[in-house]
């Protein structure tokens, strides 16, 4: 198979997938190495960014998806008209930044950031696939080990977790902010 043939085999099963797929299958599926599955994934990125297309190539550290371009969303939004969805409670948002940054934690991690149970965040979150369990803490009682998705990654527009903005830096502005005496 060309290259062309390749580029076009992973654009048409990203196509017709509509959901992310793994790296690690599509290489295995066409038979390609590391450096020729990247290589054609870079390629196609830089190509549709270049040319403006309509999709856009969103890649994770371990997955692919074709997209529509962000440029055109209020074009879409002014022919479907979709419903809109539900935000995020301030709850949830706090559960969900705290297992972003301190992934993978457990309910017990959560609530002692928090001050508050978070049962409902957990499960809210877990419903709408933000987060996933990904195994058990090895102590006592064996408690859920809880990280974030793909999905996750797409709602915020990140390609990956290194990609969350420095706690540090927001952590530092809070206590200049607050009054002499005070502790953030």
Request: glycine share 8%; charged share 25%.
């Amino acid at each position: 198979m060309q290259y062309d043939e390749r580029f076009g085999a992973i654009e048409c099963i990203l196509f017709v997938s509509g959901d992310p797929v793994p790296i690690i299958q599509l290489q295995r599926t066409l038979g390609l190495t590391d450096i020729e599955m990247q290589s054609i994934l870079q390629s196609m990125d830089e190509l549709y960014r270049q040319e403006g297309r309509g999709i856009q190539l969103f890649l994770t550290d371990e997955t692919a998806q074709l997209v529509s371009n962000r440029k055109y969303t209020d074009l879409v939004l002014a022919l479907l008209q979709p419903v809109q969805s539900r935000s995020f409670s301030q709850s949830m948002l706090e559960t969900l930044s705290i297992i972003a940054y301190k992934q993978p934690v457990t309910r017990a991690d959560i609530e002692a950031v928090r001050g508050v149970r978070c049962e409902y965040a957990v499960s809210q979150l877990l419903k709408l696939g933000m987060i996933r369990e990904l195994g058990r803490k090895d102590v006592v009682g064996r408690p859920m080990l809880f990280g974030t998705t793909d999905a996750f990654l797409r709602h915020f527009g990140l390609r990956s977790i290194s990609e969350l903005p420095r706690y540090e830096a927001y952590a530092g502005a809070e206590e200049e902010t607050a009054e002499p005496g005070e502790t953030a």
